[in-house]
């Protein structure tokens, strides 16, 4: 069973930065990983993705510019830096793999097989 162990988030004012990482049991360079949030009673929507046979991302448009993924293969750990916050990116963040090989960037949900267990990040104004 792949594990994908979350650390970082926190609060933080407006304008301030965090970055999350997520370490995963199973390194596999052929598939994807992304970020994604979710907030009470919304549904869960992806914020970044990356291949991790290079480094090819793909972010939606309210955190294009502000948010940056990366990956380091030799930690097996996918990062997210998160700059310049914003009241409206509170949410809980969670970390997610794809079971097989990825052959194009996706940020919908049923692309990745594997989550990690969530982490809170929230902005104040």
């Known amino acids: 069973q792949v594990q994908l162990n979350q650390s970082g988030g926190g609060s933080v004012q407006g304008g301030g930065s965090l970055k999350l990482s997520c370490v995963t049991s199973?390194?596999?360079?052929?598939?994807?990983m992304a970020w994604f949030r979710q907030t009470l009673g919304k549904e869960r929507t992806g914020v970044a993705t990356i291949y991790l046979a290079g480094t090819s991302t793909l972010y939606s448009d309210s955190v294009n510019g502000r948010f940056t993924v990366s990956h380091d293969s030799r930690k097996s750990t996918l990062y997210l830096e998160m700059k310049n916050l914003r009241p409206e990116d509170t949410a809980v963040y969670y970390c997610a793999q794809t079971k097989d090989v990825c052959s194009s960037l996706s940020l919908r949900s049923y692309a990745y097989f594997f989550w990690g267990q969530g982490t809170q990040v929230t902005v104040s104004s």
């Open positions: 199973w390194f596999n360079p052929g598939g994807c």
